[in-house]
T-cell receptor
Framework: AQSVTQPDIHITVSEGASLELRCNYS??????LFWYVQSPGQGLQLLLKYFSGDTLVQGIKGFEAEFKRSQSSFNLRKPSVHWSDAAEYFCAVGVTGGGNKLTFGTGTQLKVEL | NAGVTQTPKFRILKIGQSMTLQCTQD?????MYWYRQDPGMGLKLIYYSVGAGITDKGEVPNGYNVSRSTTEDFPLRLELAAPSQTSVYFC????????????FGQGTRLTVV
């Protein structure tokens, strides 16, 4: 069965600093990988996704992620964090076939210090 | 564009009561899902549907039921509510295709006392 690990429960960065959120997955086939963001009291919004091709994926709000098959990782990065980026971030792996079911990691809570 | 709409936003239930969480989407998506979110646990799939009349269990289906009579609606039924069902529930929908984006509703916060 597939699984996703987000090893960092909480991360605090200063506004303007760079950010990297870690995600490791376990899946037997080529994975479909997603990063979602959840602002307080809101639903989840897709930041970016990977399913094939270029391993560096660009998303919304200046985020990018790099798929590294050898490390089973899909880390999320942003060069310069803004205070509005404070939120919870979820990495997910999609199961091929059978309804596009997503398996989520436990999330990383990002705090941005001004 | 409304997207995925969930009602109610908040609800308090007593142990043993039942209720239905409503979910409707206006994007003509075939696939719909119910997830629950508990602190520190991420989101867990309860049930999903790949089209009207077709539903299947996810990872944590016990204590819940669903139906899908139309493409737009995917209600989640809780029978005999228990404290363990205190959670935030999210409905989502997507098109076919394994790389399709899932669109989420704003959630229903349910407390069982």
């Amino acid at each position: 069965a597939q699984s996703v690990t987000q090893p960092d429960i909480h991360i605090t960065v200063s506004e303007g600093a760079s950010l990297e959120l870690r995600c490791n997955y376990s899946y037997g086939a080529t994975p479909y990988l997603f990063w979602y963001v959840q602002s307080p009291g809101q639903g989840l919004q897709l930041l970016l996704k990977y399913f094939s091709g270029d391993t560096l994926v660009q998303g919304i709000k200046g985020f990018e992620a790099e798929f590294k098959r050898s490390q089973s990782s899909f880390n999320l990065r942003k060069p310069s964090v803004h205070w509005s980026d404070a939120a919870e971030y979820f990495c997910a792996v999609g199961v091929t076939g059978g309804g596009n079911k997503l398996t989520f990691g436990t999330g990383t809570q990002l705090k941005v210090e001004l | 564009n409304a997207g995925v709409t969930q009602t109610p936003k908040f609800r308090i239930l007593k142990i043993g009561q039942s209720m239905t969480l409503q979910c409707t989407q206006d994007m003509n998506h075939n696939y719909m899902y119910w997830y629950r979110q508990d602190p520190g646990m991420g989101l867990k799939l309860i049930y999903y549907s790949v089209g009207a009349g077709i539903t299947d269990k996810g990872e944590v289906p016990n204590g819940y039921n669903v139906s899908r009579s139309t493409t737009e609606d995917f209600p989640l039924r809780l029978e005999l509510a228990a404290p363990s069902q205190t959670s935030v529930y999210f409905c989502a929908s997507s098109q076919r295709g394994s790389n399709a984006e899932a669109f989420f509703g704003q959630g229903t916060r349910l407390t069982v006392v």
